[in-house]
C-alpha cells in the first residue's frame, strides 16, 4: 500500500513536471500510437474497451470510460509511460504501448489471474457465499496462482488484486464481490457493476488484504 501512494506521489509530481514542460515545448500530442500487432492486452481492465492511445489524455479518458477517475488514470498513464519508455516520452505526452505491458519494469507481473480461469472458477465454487467472493478470497486465488508459476508476489500484483475487488463493484462495508462480476473482468469483460476506481478506494482495499509473510 505504502508503494502505491509513492507511486502516485512520484507520478503526481513528474505529470505536474510533464504538463508544464509540454506547454512550455508544445508537445501537445504524439508520434502515431504503436499499432495493434495481435499482441493481446495482457491487462483486464484495459482489455475490455481498449483506450486510445495517440496520447497521455486520450489514454486518461478511455479508462475513465472503463471505470476509472480521470486523475487516476492519467498519473497511472504517466507512471506505466515513464517506466516503460523514459521520461522523454513523458515529456512528449505519450500513452503506454498496452501490448506491451508484460515487459514494464517494476510494474509487469506474470502472476495474472487470467491465465487460470478454469482452475480459479472452480477454486471459486468453494470460496463464494450466495454468489459473492470476500476480498480476502482474490488474495487467496491471487497466492495459488503466484503458486502455481513459483514466483514471488510483487506490488503491482497486488494493486491488480484491489483493482479486481474495486472494479467489479466490491462492498466496502462487507468486503464482498459478485462472482460473476470478478470473472467478468478477469476475461476482459465489463462487469455489470458500474462501479469507479480512485486512489482512495484502491489504498483502501490494499489496506484491508492479508498476504501473510
Same mark, same amino acid.
Given at each position: 500500500?505504502?508503494?502505491? /501512494?509513492?507511486?502516485t ?24 500510437? @504503436?499499432?495493434?500487432?495481435? %499482441?493481446?492486452?495482457? +491487462?483486464?481492465?484495459?482489455?475490455m ?11 486518461? *479518458? !478511455? +479508462?475513465?470510460?472503463?471505470?476509472m %477517475?480521470?486523475s487516476?488514470?492519467?498519473?497511472? +498513464?504517466?507512471?506505466?509511460?515513464? +517506466? ?15 501490448? *506491451?505491458? *508484460? ?14 480461469q478454469?482452475?480459479?472458477r ?16 482474490? #488474495? ?6 503466484? /503458486?502455481?508459476? !513459483?514466483? @514471488? ?13 474495486? /472494479? ?7 468486503w464482498?464481490?459478485? *462472482?460473476?462480476? #470478478?470473472?467478468?473482468?478477469?476475461? !476482459? ?10 486512489i ?6 490494499? !489496506? ?6
Amino acid at each position: 500500500m505504502a508503494r502505491f /501512494r509513492y507511486l502516485t506521489k512520484r507520478a503526481f509530481l513528474t505529470g505536474l513536471a510533464t504538463i508544464g514542460g509540454g506547454l512550455a515545448l508544445g508537445y501537445m500530442t504524439t508520434p502515431d500510437p @504503436e499499432a495493434d500487432d495481435g %499482441s493481446p492486452i495482457t +491487462c483486464p481492465f484495459l482489455a475490455m474497451n481498449p483506450p486510445d492511445t495517440t496520447n497521455m489524455w486520450a489514454f486518461a *479518458r !478511455g +479508462c475513465e470510460a472503463n471505470g476509472m %477517475s480521470y486523475s487516476m488514470a492519467l498519473l497511472v +498513464c504517466i507512471q506505466v509511460t515513464y +517506466c516503460q519508455k523514459g521520461l522523454l516520452a513523458v515529456l512528449r505526452h505519450e500513452a503506454p504501448d498496452i501490448f *506491451r505491458l *508484460r515487459e514494464v519494469p517494476s510494474i509487469s507481473h506474470d502472476d495474472r489471474y487470467a491465465v487460470f480461469q478454469p482452475e480459479l472458477r472452480e477454486m471459486a465454487d468453494g470460496l463464494e457465499v450466495d454468489g459473492r467472493l470476500a476480498l480476502q478470497d482474490l #488474495v487467496a486465488m491471487k497466492q495459488w496462482v503466484a /503458486r502455481q508459476l !513459483g514466483i @514471488e508476489i510483487n506490488e503491482a500484483s497486488r494493486i491488480e488484486t484491489a483493482l479486481l475487488f474495486v /472494479r467489479a463493484g466490491g462492498d466496502f462495508e462487507t468486503w464482498t464481490v459478485d *462472482r460473476d462480476d #470478478v470473472f467478468r473482468l478477469i476475461a !476482459g469483460q465489463r462487469p455489470l457493476a458500474e462501479a469507479q476506481v480512485t486512489i482512495g478506494k484502491m489504498n483502501t482495499a490494499l !489496506g484491508a488484504t492479508e498476504w501473510g509473510s
